[in-house]
């Protein structure tokens, strides 16, 4: 009689290590094109913080985000959480992108186009998330922060260079 609510446990479980993976992939992508030389020659904004936060920040946010995702996939059925779902995976495509544009092909101008995007789709996703789990809403605010600074950032190295 247990082996059913068992079977959903582990169902569950799996699935939000299947977001962990899905979101550490993305984060993977990222980490396949580092800064390099190029970066090191680029006039940095008076506010860029050192290089070594980026890998703790985006750590915490990558996990974050994958427990929101995880959290509305485990919902309960609703109108619009297809919707929900597909504009988490739309944000984490433009989130993979964005070292893929700056650091891979140096430009710095297509980032910023990119990481404006994925402004606009995280803010989607938190609106469509909050009809499903507060918390996956919440969850997701930080990342938002993040991503706003860090589009002021990337506007920053694109117009001093």
């Given at each position: 009689m247990n082996e059913p609510i068992q079977t959903g446990v582990q169902r569950r479980w799996a699935?939000?290590?299947?977001?962990?993976?899905?979101?550490?992939?993305?984060?993977?992508i990222g980490a396949l094109f580092p800064p390099d030389g190029w970066y090191k020659t680029l006039v940095?904004?008076?506010?860029?913080?050192?290089?070594?936060?980026?890998?703790?920040?985006?750590?915490?946010?990558?996990?974050?985000?994958?427990?929101?995702?995880?959290?509305?996939?485990?919902?309960?059925?609703?109108?619009?959480?297809?919707?929900?779902?597909t504009a988490f995976f739309v944000q984490l495509i433009l989130n993979s992108i964005w070292s893929v544009l700056f650091f891979g092909?140096?430009?710095?101008?297509?980032?910023?186009?990119d990481i404006s995007l994925l402004w606009l789709a995280i803010a989607c996703t938190v609106t469509l998330f909050r009809?499903?789990?507060?918390?996956?809403?919440?969850?997701?605010l930080p990342y938002l922060a993040w991503v706003s600074f860090a589009a002021l950032l990337n506007y920053g190295f694109w117009s001093l260079n």
């Open positions: 699935s939000l290590v299947g977001f962990i993976v899905l979101c550490f992939g993305a984060s993977a940095r904004p008076s506010y860029a913080p050192p290089n070594w936060v980026f890998g703790p920040v985006w750590t915490v946010l990558y996990l974050m985000m994958a427990v929101s995702g995880w959290l509305v996939w485990t919902s309960k059925p609703g109108p619009g959480k297809a919707a929900a779902l092909m140096h430009r710095p101008d297509l980032a910023l186009v009809r499903h789990s507060t918390t996956a809403a919440l969850l997701l």
